[in-house]
């Protein structure tokens, strides 16, 4: 079992930036994959961006290319999305999901989740 508390979110001014953080425990975090989706108001839920164990893989969804970065620290067991000219648009429930294989962009794919971020951005 991995369980994952996800913290960081708030309201932002449009252009701003946020720093969520995902914070793992249980079992190995290491061999762990880590995705980050959201999910606006009468929206589906998104994917937005995965990091594979090792860090080295990661891949973004494109409308969050070149704006939002994702990066993990084993040795704190936390997983990062760090959020650049935050826009409206990006309003949403941020939520951090894990699975033990390569990263992946289908949330059916993760069994594990935390209980979400809100994040805010006014324009």
């Known amino acids: 079992q991995v369980q994952l508390v996800e913290s960081g979110g708030g309201l932002v001014q449009a252009g701003g930036s946020l720093r969520l953080s995902c914070a793992a425990s249980?079992?190995?975090?290491?061999?762990?994959?880590k995705g980050w989706f959201r999910q606006a108001p009468g929206k589906e839920r998104e994917f937005v961006a995965a990091?594979?164990?090792?860090?080295?893989?990661?891949y973004y969804t494109e409308s969050v290319k070149g704006r939002y970065t994702i990066s993990r620290d084993n040795a704190k067991n936390t997983v990062y999305l760090q959020m650049n000219s935050l826009q409206p648009e990006d309003t949403a429930v941020y939520y951090c999901?894990?699975?033990?294989?390569?990263?992946?962009?289908?949330?059916?794919?993760?069994?594990?989740w935390g209980q979400g971020t809100q994040v805010t951005v006014s324009s």
């Open positions: 999901a894990a699975r033990y294989g390569p990263r992946s962009s289908s949330g059916s794919e993760y069994p594990y």
């Open positions: 249980g079992r190995t975090f290491s061999s762990v994959s």
């Open positions: 990091i594979n164990w090792s860090g080295i893989d990661t």
